[in-house]
């Protein structure tokens, strides 16, 4: 899972990357952290942050531009914001914000705001239209454990079972928004919590306590380890 921290001040970026690390230790949790000094900086960060602790004064691009963008991009982001200055709350929340912090900022309120907003991370679903049933199913995003693509149609491995759909693969991976997602494969998307073993040319996935191997195509490897590491909090 992967925390952005946008704030001009690097310093307050890592006293608050502290605390974010304070509640991954006490809640067995692992993230991955960016740092980003300016709303260039995020602009030019091509992987969507699950969380993102914004300030609103980051000097030309302003947090409120960065939200717009966030909205505009429909980037699966939750927004905390994180400022000083009051005055710009209101603008602020026309963008959906999950919760407002006050500087300087207590560990106990980023505590509580980080509960809130993996609640509502777990939130996330997807319906599908199952071939095989001919019903529609509401699945969680954290249930999904692999998808593939085989024949025109799209086969959905989840906690609770199989489900075959017919139809595009691009479309279906694009609405997986979770960062937890990635692909090895052109013909795969996968859900790294599920990933028991990465191999150069290969994952092994649990897939409801049986193995299943896929392979990881060469254009994939290194960008996939590079996902795989950031994570697993091996990549801060």
Known sequence: MKIGICDDSLKFCEDLKKIAKAYAAQNHLSFSY??????????????PCDILFLDIELGDVTG???????????LPTIVLVV??????IDEAMDFSILRYIEKPVEQSRVFHALNSALERIDEKYIVLDDLTTHTKVKVAFKDIIYAETKMRK?????????????EGFKGFKS?????????PHYS????MNYIKCFKRTEIIVD????????HVSGDKQHA?????????????
């Open 175 to 183: 609405a997986l928004s979770a960062s937890y997602f990635a692909e």
């Open 207 to 214: 897939v409801n306590g049986e193995e299943k191997k896929i």
């Open 83 to 88: 400022t000083a200055y009051s005055k710009y």
């Open 64 to 74: 409120i531009e960065v939200l717009k963008y966030i909205k505009r991009e429909n």
């Open 154 to 166: 799209i086969l959905v491995r989840t906690t609770g079972g199989t489900y075959t759909l017919k």
């Open 224 to 236: 996939l380890r590079q996902k795989y590491s950031r994570f697993l909090g091996e990549d801060k």
């Open 34 to 47: 960016a740092i980003y000094d300016s709303g260039e900086a995020f602009f030019a960060d091509k992987e």
């Open 188 to 191: 795969y998307i996968v859900n």
